[in-house]
C-alpha cells in the first residue's frame, strides 16, 4: 500500500552539499504543527554547490508531496522502510 501526504517546508540549513527542511503540516490534525527535519543531498541533483545554495536558499518555502510504501512486516524480519520526498518551490 502507497500512501501520500502533502506538507510545506522551509529550508533551515544548506552548506552546499546538502540542507536541511523543516515540514510542516498544512492540513488536518498536522495543520501548523512543525513535523519533521529532512535532508536533501547535492549529489542527487546535478548542481553545482552554488547552483544547490542558490536553488534551496535558507529561509525558502517548499511544497512537498511525500510518498510512503506500507507493507506487512514478517515475524523476526529486521525493520526496513521505504520513503520518497519530492519538494517543489511555492
Known sequence: MFTSKR?????EYNDGEF???QTIGIEGIEKDLWLDTVQIHRVDTENTPEEFQRRFPVS???????TT???EKS??????????VGAGRN
Open 69 to 71: 510504501e506500507i507493507e
Open 7 to 11: 506538507v510545506e517546508g522551509e529550508v
Open 60 to 66: 525558502m518555502r517548499l511544497s512537498i508531496l511525500t
Open 19 to 21: 540542507a536541511e527542511i
Open 75 to 84: 515475524a523476526g524480519e529486521a525493520p526496513t522502510g521505504a520513503s520518497r
